[in-house]
């Protein structure tokens, strides 16, 4: 059974927009597959719909056969929590694609990923009214890539993260959000010289060299530039940080028992988080939902 995993951006959350690199990797403890349902899932019906609307699409897609499909019971079974950033419709459009693109593009074929990312974008606007078609590409090629501001995607390796001397987390908000207006409110913001200039001279090479320490294993670096990014997000992105949970970001950040920040556009979903040990995770997991991811 062919399973398409959600996806985390790990780092780069906003500052893409101004010009630095974005961590994402495909995260398979959320994920959907093919299967057969009692009757005919309307929504996916919808979906047929409105693909056989876009004339780019009908000729990449055999909609048809995806339509008879689901007639015959065809569904998304997914455990991909929705409205929480890691692309549950992004990952429907990819398992669409690739049961149904009639001449489908290989996750090899880099030279083709920008036309794919078009078709997409145009894909799970359907469900977002406009997208950049990043998540479904993402959780298509299934591995973890780097995304350049320009838009280009490189496939890049992880490190041994068994080597890694504190643990991940993802820390879960219990709470769904749009990233439509986080954005618009991060936008907003930049249009402010002294934010902007804040941006560019501290948050933005601090995400490059974080991206890069994390893929080179130096996790001295890697625990620093958490924190630096911790702080800064903790001080400028307050309207992205739900406000209960800000209590919850300062004693991390006092006590040095964890550090956390934003996991995509903030809001609600998971905030990604470092421990310094088990012990200072297990304690925060005892009033706040964590899942551990190395």
């Given at each position: 059974?062919?399973?398409?995993?959600?996806?985390?951006?790990?780092?780069?959350?906003?500052?893409?927009?101004?010009?630095?690199?974005?961590?994402?990797?495909?995260?398979?403890?959320?994920?959907?597959?093919w299967?057969?349902?009692?009757?005919?899932?309307?929504?996916?019906?919808?979906?047929?719909?409105?693909?056989?609307?876009?004339?780019?699409?009908?000729?990449?897609l055999?909609?048809?056969?995806?339509?008879?499909?689901?007639?015959?019971?065809?569904?998304?079974?997914?455990?991909?929590?929705?409205g929480?950033?890691?692309?549950?419709?992004?990952?429907?459009?990819?398992?669409?694609?690739?049961?149904?693109?009639?001449?489908?593009?290989?996750?090899?074929?880099?030279?083709?990923?920008?036309?794919?990312?078009?078709?997409?974008?145009?894909?799970?606007?359907?469900?977002?009214?406009?997208?950049s078609?990043?998540?479904p590409?993402i959780?298509?090629?299934?591995?973890?890539?780097?995304?350049?501001?320009?838009?280009?995607?490189?496939?890049?390796?992880?490190?041994?993260?068994?080597?890694?001397?504190?643990?991940?987390?993802?820390?879960?908000?219990?709470?769904?959000?749009?990233?439509?207006?986080?954005?618009?409110?991060?936008?907003?913001?930049?249009?402010?010289?002294?934010?902007?200039?804040?941006?560019?001279?501290?948050?933005?090479?601090?995400?490059?060299?974080?991206?890069?320490?994390?893929?080179?294993?130096?996790?001295?670096?890697?625990?620093?530039?958490?924190?630096?990014?911790?702080v800064?997000?903790?001080?400028?992105?307050?309207?992205?940080?739900?406000?209960?949970?800000?209590?919850?970001?300062?004693?991390?950040l006092?006590?040095?028992?964890?550090?956390?920040?934003?996991?995509?556009?903030?809001?609600?979903?998971?905030?990604?988080?470092?421990?310094?040990?088990?012990?200072?995770?297990?304690?925060?997991?005892?009033?706040?939902?964590?899942?551990?991811?190395?």
């Amino acid at each position: 059974m062919k399973k398409y995993a959600s996806k985390l951006l790990l780092f780069g959350e906003y500052t893409i927009i101004n010009g630095s690199r974005a961590l994402a990797i495909p995260y398979e403890r959320f994920a959907g597959h093919w299967a057969q349902a009692a009757m005919p899932d309307d929504r996916l019906l919808a979906f047929a719909e409105y693909l056989e609307q876009q004339a780019h699409l009908r000729a990449s897609l055999d909609v048809p056969a995806f339509r008879h499909a689901l007639n015959e019971n065809l569904f998304f079974d997914s455990n991909i929590p929705i409205g929480y950033g890691l692309g549950s419709s992004g990952a429907l459009c990819a398992a669409v694609y690739d049961r149904f693109a009639v001449a489908p593009i290989g996750r090899q074929e880099v030279a083709q990923f920008a036309a794919l990312r078009q078709q997409f974008a145009l894909m799970e606007s359907h469900f977002h009214g406009s997208s950049s078609g990043t998540d479904p590409l993402i959780c298509y090629l299934g591995y973890p890539v780097v995304i350049r501001a320009e838009g280009a995607i490189d496939r890049v390796d992880l490190p041994n993260l068994q080597d890694l001397p504190f643990p991940f987390f993802l820390l879960d908000t219990g709470l769904p959000r749009s990233t439509g207006p986080l954005v618009n409110t991060y936008l907003a913001n930049c249009e402010k010289a002294d934010y902007a200039e804040r941006i560019s001279r501290t948050l933005t090479p601090e995400v490059n060299a974080l991206i890069e320490a994390f893929l080179t294993g130096n996790w001295q670096k890697v625990g620093e530039g958490m924190r630096t990014v911790s702080v800064f997000q903790y001080e400028h992105f307050s309207e992205m940080i739900p406000s209960d949970l800000r209590a919850v970001w300062q004693q991390g950040l006092d006590s040095g028992a964890y550090t956390l920040k934003l996991c995509g556009a903030g809001g609600g979903g998971f905030l990604l988080g470092t421990a310094k040990d088990q012990a200072a995770l297990d304690r925060l997991a005892r009033t706040h939902t964590c899942i551990p991811l190395w």
